[in-house]
């Protein structure tokens, strides 16, 4: 018995002391856990403390093993290096859990059974991160941050992740070696994050009680330091770094490259960028002109880095530096690049383009990568290396064929339902008049992304994004038109060169300043008119017509017609003008340009009321005309340049309770001849104007101010459809789920800054489009505000944020507040798109924006489609409570900034 018990014990101490080496053995080889370097460059000391020796450095996002922790330290190895770091200087890594959807859809829930509410849904392939397990039933944390419940038997582990966390210090200060040797480069940055929808704020630390360091926009790149929890730690444009929340941004790859060492003392070739010592620095050319630069281009890494600014406004573009945030925007025409130093993916148009290296500093110039310099704005970029020269062809102008190609656009089709035709090349030129769906134009000319076009013999320009081109092969190169943009009267009156110079063509140009009709060619004109009352004919001897040979324009009821024909040799022009309208004759250019001019002038006044007292005055004219107004008192002047009195009276008297009278007089308007309309009334008045839809018609609207409507204090919020009426069905959403969520959004944040809300419903109840407009008149409401999210049957694609007002010219009521309802849906309209950052789609009115609410409200009225349901990306932007939180705040500070307060509080 005895024995048996010494054998029994000796049995059991073995076992313990193989099991004692088995741990130490296991302890050895796998280590409890693993850690990256936070600090730029790390001293690894011998012992936990600042008092050890040295034992060695290492950089940034080397990852380690850690041994033991003690006293705010961890012993870490590295390869052959074993040492010690403070733990703030350590991110140490730890275990994720990933699943993914299996299910078509799945629903997520607010806790852990089919009895709680839904708080979500997901589709197949959806992933999530796994938070804890209860019975049947998973905790997990969606896209947004958030956290619910989803069954089991829906989803599937697909990863287990290491995700770093910090270790704060205990009590120890964290140490940074002093300096970088400039022959140990730092480990390279692989990973970035883009921003989802911006600006978004950065933070000092990695959670929202961090101070807020500033913002950030929408689809910038950052380089990723590390990830603590949710929060990502990004290197900033200026070097320094900051935390983001992961939600808001989304991972990807970047080409790894090695981080150029800290320059070397001034003069050396690390300080000029790289290139080799006694090498000559690249020489570059931009359409065979030799470029000269402050600071030479360099050689880098096998990679050309040159000098940006001077390039890309060489090739017109302008160029802005943000100090800040270090960032370089340039921009021309419908292209708008963004640079930040130091990173590797800058970005055209919003679309990442890929670097090798980044963009540096030196000697207080921006240099970046040749090819993406050269080619970000369209140029081609060829290097010879044996000469070591750059050539840079700059792109030709849209439509205009690339030299010794034979190729440019003749013709375009107009793509859309309706676009404006304008006198310049950009939406800053006057509108002359608007074309539709499926209309042909002769191509004059390209510049910039638009197309002088002939339209009836008429010029005016096109944007590219709104026609189909049409091509033709082996034509003689066309010749863009230089326009004057600011002139008046200039804009739009210039004639394309003819293919011969002996050839005459003919043209229209009408705006504010009256009609022109022009006989152009390339050399002097030389021709005999006769005239015979208001018809006149040109004779041209051995001279040839080319383009248009017919124009007519229709003024005031009249036909104005030029007729242009071949007779044997001979061009022949007949020009018949109205007997009412007055013209005169101009030589230009050296006698290169006749042209007939018919100046703008009034055909009318007539008087109209509407209401009990509402009165309207329309101003007729033969063109369309421009105007302003300047209210004092009881007087409203209103001024029309360009503008003469024609056969009007001096003096009106009507029989009116409000206006005492009105005169017209010839008078200077801003800086040029035109005419000043007056009206007096007895009382202090209301005015709203408006032109009819051909531009020669001015409605001067007004009624007293005592009779003007005193409105409530209550702000009515519509959440669009409801109950039965679902609105737009999307992939995963119903329209009228976010319109309520974004709607009861909105009422919270205006509440907290002390206004009176009324909504038309607060849960998914059906209510009438008239019981809506009924609510907001019964409350006399001070303004009304439907939340709408949009959708396209026809174009998957369309996207952005719009917003609707209507007032239109023929509702005098609803006209009266047309300033009102227009400044409304612009304050709403302009902070959706500087909140969400999706397609600014414009202020919206006219018949696409009759809706009963809009109609039938009695109040300033706009209706809000903040994005479409239709389109993939926006219903799922749509899904997250942060996307919808950013909506609401941008309707509530819109509704604020109309309403003259200031927005400070967000959800």
């Known amino acids: 018995m005895k024995k048996a018990l010494h054998i029994f014990n000796y049995t059991v101490l073995f076992s313990i002391f193989f099991s004692l080496i088995l741990i130490l053995a296991w302890a050895q080889s796998s280590p409890a856990a693993t850690a990256v370097i936070k600090g730029s460059v790390v001293n690894i000391r011998q012992g936990p403390g600042t008092g050890h020796e040295i034992a060695g450095t290492l950089y940034q996002n080397t990852e380690v093993a850690i041994l033991e922790s003690k006293d705010g330290w961890k012993k870490i190895q590295h390869g052959s290096l074993n040492g010690w770091v403070a733990d703030s200087l350590l991110q140490v890594k730890k275990e ?93 940055v692989t990973r970035q994050v883009e921003v989802i929808s911006g600006p978004i704020n950065i933070r000092s630390g990695p959670g929202e009680s961090y101070p807020k360091l500033g913002s950030i926009d929408e689809k910038t790149v950052y380089p990723v330091i590390s990830k603590e929890g949710e929060w990502y730690k990004i290197r900033l444009a200026n070097g320094s770094d900051a935390y983001v929340a992961g939600w808001l941004v989304k991972e990807s790859s970047m080409a790894s490259s090695t981080v150029i060492p800290p320059a070397a003392a001034s003069g050396s070739s690390a300080a000029t960028g790289g290139t080799a010592a006694g090498s000559t620095a ?31 406004e060489a090739l017109g573009a302008t160029v802005d530096w943000d100090n800040a945030t270090r960032t370089v925007t340039s921009r021309k025409g419908s292209t708008t690049v963004v640079l930040a130093i130091g990173s590797l993916a800058p970005t055209v148009n919003g679309q990442v383009r890929q670097l090798d290296v980044p963009a540096k500093i030196v000697a207080d110039r921006t240099l970046a990568p040749l090819r993406f310099v050269g080619e970000a704005f369209g140029s081609t970029v060829d290097w010879e290396g044996s000469t ?44 002359l008049d608007q074309a539709r769906s499926g209309e042909r134009m002769q191509v004059l000319a390209a510049q910039d992304g638009w197309y002088q076009v002939s339209r009836g013999g008429k010029i005016a320009w096109v944007s590219g994004e709104v026609v189909d081109v049409a091509w033709q092969e082996n034509e003689p190169e066309a010749v863009p038109v230089t326009t004057s943009p600011g002139t008046p009267g200039n804009s739009s009156s210039e004639l394309p060169p003819p293919a011969s110079p002996e050839n005459i063509r003919i043209l229209s140009s009408k705006d504010e300043t009256g009609l022109k009709i022009i006989i152009g060619s390339g050399v002097e004109l030389k021709g005999r008119l006769e005239e015979s009352g208001n018809n006149l004919r040109y004779y041209f001897t051995g001279r040839s017509i080319e383009g248009n040979t017919i124009i007519r324009e229709n003024i005031a009821g009249e036909i104005l017609e030029v007729k242009a024909e071949q007779q044997g040799e001979d061009a022949v022009i007949y020009i018949s003008i109205p007997a009412n309208l007055k013209y005169r004759s101009a030589s230009e250019e050296g006698g ?46 209103i001024k029309l340049p360009f503008l003469l009195k024609g056969s009007a009276p001096s003096e009106y008297s009507f029989d009116s309770q409000l206006m005492q009278h009105l005169q017209l007089s010839e008078s200077e308007v801003n800086g040029t001849q035109g005419m000043v309309l007056a009206i007096e009334t007895k009382n202090p008045a209301k005015f709203a104007f408006g032109k009819s839809a051909e531009g020669n018609q001015l409605h001067i609207l007004f009624v007293d101010q005592s009779d003007v409507q005193q409105l409530g204090s209550a702000i009515v919020i519509d959440p669009g459809h409801g109950g039965k009426e679902t609105g737009t069905i999307g992939s995963w959403l119903k329209e009228k789920e976010p319109n309520l969520d974004i709607s009861l959004k909105v009422a919270a ?41 949009n959708a396209s049957q026809n174009n998957p694609a369309a996207q952005g944020s719009e917003t609707h007002y209507y007032a239109p010219l023929d509702n005098p009521e609803l006209f009266m507040q047309s300033a009102e309802r227009c400044r ?33 409200t009695r109040m300033p009225s706009a209706l809000a489609e903040v994005v479409f349901l239709s389109n993939t990306e926006e219903e799922q932007l749509l899904q997250q409570d942060y996307f919808r939180t950013l909506a609401a705040e941008a309707i509530a500070d819109g509704i604020t900034q109309y309403c003259g307060g200031s927005a400070e509080i967000k959800l």
């Not at 570059?284 to 940006?308: C, H, K, M, W, Y």
């Not at 019981?771 to 439907?786: G, M």
């Not at 902070?831 to 999706?838: H, N």
């Open 96 to 188: 994720e859990i990933r699943l993914q959807v299996t299910a078509d859809k799945a629903n997520l829930r607010s806790g852990p059974s089919t009895s709680s509410s839904q708080v979500g849904q997901l589709r197949q392939g959806d992933s999530l991160i796994l938070l804890d397990v209860e019975g049947e039933w998973y905790k997990v944390q969606v896209p947004g941050g958030s956290s619910a419940y989803i069954a089991s038997f829906l989803v599937s582990k697909t990863a287990v992740a290491a995700n770093s966390s910090s270790t704060p210090a205990a009590g120890s200060q964290p140490e940074t070696a002093a300096t970088v040797p400039a022959s140990s480069p730092a480990p390279a």
């Open 282 to 312: 690249p020489r570059v050319f931009l359409d065979g002109q030799a470029l000269s630069f402050e600071v030479p281009p360099i050689i880098e890494n096998d990679r050309t880095l040159v000098p940006l600014r001077a390039i890309f």
């Open 388 to 431: 070591r020269t750059i050539n840079i062809k700059s792109p030709p102008a849209p439509g205009a064929p690339s030299v010794g190609s034979g190729k440019k656009a003749v013709a375009v089709t107009v793509n859309k339902e309706i676009i404006n035709l304008r006198s310049g090349p950009s939406t800053g030129h006057a509108q």
């Open 592 to 637: 290169k340009k006749e042209t007939i001019i018919i100046s703008n002038f009034i055909t009318g006044i007539e008087r109209k009321t509407f209401g009990s007292k509402g009165e309207r005055i329309i101003l007729k004219t033969v063109l369309p005309l421009d105007y302003s107004s300047e209210q004092q008192g009881t007087q409203m002047k």
């Open 749 to 789: 944040l205006l509440r907290q800054r002390g206004m009176e809300i009324v909504l038309t419903r607060d849960d998914d109840s059906y209510v009438s489009l008239e019981e809506r407009a009924d609510i907001a008149n019964l409350y006399n409401a001070r303004l009304f505000v439907s939340i709408h999210n």
């Open 824 to 856: 409304l849906a612009t304050c709403i309209q302009e902070q959706l798109v500087s909140k969400l950052r999706r397609v600014d789609r414009g202020v919206k009115t006219g018949p696409s924006s009759n809706f009963s609410v809009l109609r039938n």
